[in-house]
């Protein structure tokens, strides 16, 4: 069988840190999806029409699979629209079932997709000084909307008396969408966004290679860095959380932290330890129900440990991380006000102009709030994967993440926030709190940021004696937990040799 991972031999998968076989079924399941959007390309062509409210001769023309972009969790469909009131291109973008565990987990995907728009609803109503994309209608469970600007004059006058009544009335406050059914049925969620034309600049990632060593265009990053975040902290939030949309086109904080970590966990078959709905209106019980998320990846995935010394580390590993967690939580802060943070910012979804000035934001689905000691400088920074951050790398980071905190100061003046951030950004460094909370946020970070930061702040490595009586804590039966685990590894091992020979 022709792998779809780009892994061409067994020994280069085996040697992966994730499930193959898991991932090929899900890019599998993918392609699928993809064919199946493409077969229903007529049916795509209509949803611009309905939500822009184009005339029935007006033309959209679907561009073919070649041309669309495809990210972690979506598919972006580029649409070009001729018509009277209307030219130009749009974008459908479309979350991939595969990639959102929606068959282990259904509903998963309307969940993010009501998180996602919950979040663009507070992005334009709270932060309108940050520019993302027009979102001009989507679809997702039984729920239909457009925005208000694109509806018939009678249906704008009833909507914008809702929003009026509700107002005073002190109700929770009416989006700028309201319910717009159509006819046609889509066989898939989506939102209908505004395409970003190339005149208003370049995704960051194109010129990184070109430009990431010059200070001028650095410090023009790190100004729109902070203005993003100074922004968000001005809206502080009472729980941990992300937004849901509700089905009366309102929104609210109740559903859980949507975390990349936690979907790809999930869709590789891992439990879970986070229900949607739950928030969290204190620190330490998130902390604690995330560390079990990682404790269910050693558990229930079967290429988490290749051996009997790796799995007792991987099991000190955890252990260690849930005895050291009340070192990194700030007290003071512990029952919030929480900080809104863009928890999957990097490159690749910030849109600059030549200079480095961000113009606009274009991945808002992983908006979270969370606790205010977890907020970090980026580390893409540098250019590095997060694991790479040591010897002279991480120097290289030390000297970015000063130079960032003095932008990040200059632009925090004169703002009143509900903390000192630049304090609790500094002692979250000093501490080595930044490395613990990464632990939480990356999906195999832990192992490495553990070894090469938090251990030296207490012991100069974990011995062999360590790890054993470590790892005895971590499980009741930690002899037959680790016996299972190789058997399970074996198992896998000899699946993934039975698929590279076919």
């Known amino acids: 069988m022709t792998p779809v991972l780009g892994i061409q031999t067994f020994e280069e998968a085996k040697n992966k840190d994730f499930n193959c076989l898991e991932r090929h079924e899900n890019v599998l399941s993918n392609q699928g999806f993809l064919s199946k959007l493409w077969g229903y390309r007529d049916v795509l062509a209509g949803i611009p029409k309905h939500h822009l409210g184009l005339e029935e001769e007006a033309s959209c023309r679907v561009f073919a699979p070649s041309e669309w972009m495809s990210g972690s969790f979506n598919i972006c469909i580029p649409i070009e629209v001729k018509s009277r009131s209307f030219s130009g291109q749009v974008i459908v973008r479309c979350p991939l079932p595969s990639k959102l565990a929606e068959s282990r987990y259904p509903g998963t995907v309307d969940e993010k997709m009501s998180t996602e728009i919950a979040s663009y609803v507070f992005m334009q109503k709270e932060c309108p000084g940050i520019r993302i994309p027009r979102l001009h209608g989507f679809a997702f469970g039984n729920v239909q909307c ?14 914008s008396s809702e929003q009026w009544i509700r107002r005073i009335l002190r109700l929770d406050p009416l989006s700028q969408y309201a319910p717009h059914k159509s006819a046609i049925a889509v066989p898939t969620q989506y939102l209908l966004l505004e395409y970003i034309r190339p005149e208003t600049g370049r995704v960051l990632s194109e010129s990184w290679e070109e430009h990431n060593h010059d200070p001028a265009h650095r410090r023009a990053l790190f100004r729109g860095i902070a203005h993003t975040i100074l922004s968000l902290a001005k809206v502080p939030q009472p729980r941990i959380g992300s937004f849901h949309f509700n089905d009366n086109c309102t929104i609210a904080l109740k559903n859980r932290p949507l975390l990349t970590a936690e979907i ?20 330490e019980p998130f902390v604690s129900d995330l560390i079990s998320l990682h404790d269910n990846r050693l558990r229930y995935d079967r290429s988490a440990a290749d051996d009997e010394v790796d799995c007792r580390s991987q099991m000190a590993i955890r252990a260690l991380l849930r005895t050291i967690s009340h070192h990194f939580t700030q007290h003071e802060y512990r029952r919030g006000p929480f900080l809104l943070q863009f928890t999957d910012f990097h490159q690749s979804n910030v849109i600059v102009d030549e200079d480095w000035n961000i113009q606009c934001l274009i991945d808002l689905e992983w908006l979270c709030a969370l606790p205010v000691e977890s907020l970090r400088v980026p580390y893409w920074l540098t250019g590095r994967g997060i694991d790479e951050l040591i010897g002279d790398h991480l120097t290289e980071y030390e000297a970015l993440r000063r130079e960032f905190m003095v932008v990040f100061e200059e632009e925090l003046s004169g703002v009143r926030l509900a903390w000192p951030l630049t304090r609790i950004m500094q002692e979250s460094w000093d501490s080595k709190a930044v490395w613990f909370w990464s632990c939480l946020f990356f999906v195999n ?24 009586m470590l790892s005895s804590l971590w499980s009741d039966d930690t002899a037959g937990f680790i016996e299972k685990k190789v058997r399970d590894y074996a198992t896998y091992s000899s699946e993934l040799s039975r698929f590279y020979a076919q």
């Open 146 to 159: 457009t925005h208000q600007q694109h509806l018939s004059l009678y249906r704008r006058i009833i909507h």
């Open 264 to 283: 790809i966990l999930e869709s590789e078959g891992i439990p879970r330890s986070i229900e949607p709905g739950q928030t969290y209106d204190c620190t």
């Open 445 to 468: 970070a832990a192992f490495f940021l553990i070894t090469d930061h938090l251990c030296p702040k207490y012991t100069s490595r974990l011995s062999e004696a360590v790890e054993e």
